[in-house]
């Protein structure tokens, strides 16, 4: 497993931004994204995984188109 080693500063309110619509934490836990932290009511990610997080959710919309 990899090790981050910097601090966790993206948002879960800045993911969405740069999506353009809202997600939940829980929905990136179920797509393999658990929060870094949770420091004063925010749930931080590292910046890093943003890539990551895209590709995942591009991968579960293509499953989705693909099983409806």
């Given at each position: 497993q990899i090790v981050q080693a910097?601090?966790?500063s993206l948002k879960l309110g800045?993911?969405?931004e740069r999506l353009g619509f809202s997600l939940t934490?829980?929905?990136?836990?179920?797509?393999?994204f658990e929060p870094a932290a949770k420091i004063k009511g925010a749930t931080l990610f590292?910046?890093?995984?943003?890539?990551?997080?895209?590709?995942?959710?591009?991968?579960?919309?293509n499953e989705v188109c693909e099983t409806a």
């Open positions: 910097q601090v966790p800045t993911i969405a934490a829980e929905f990136l836990a179920s797509i393999g590292h910046e890093d995984d943003f890539p990551l997080i895209c590709n995942a959710l591009i991968a579960h919309i």
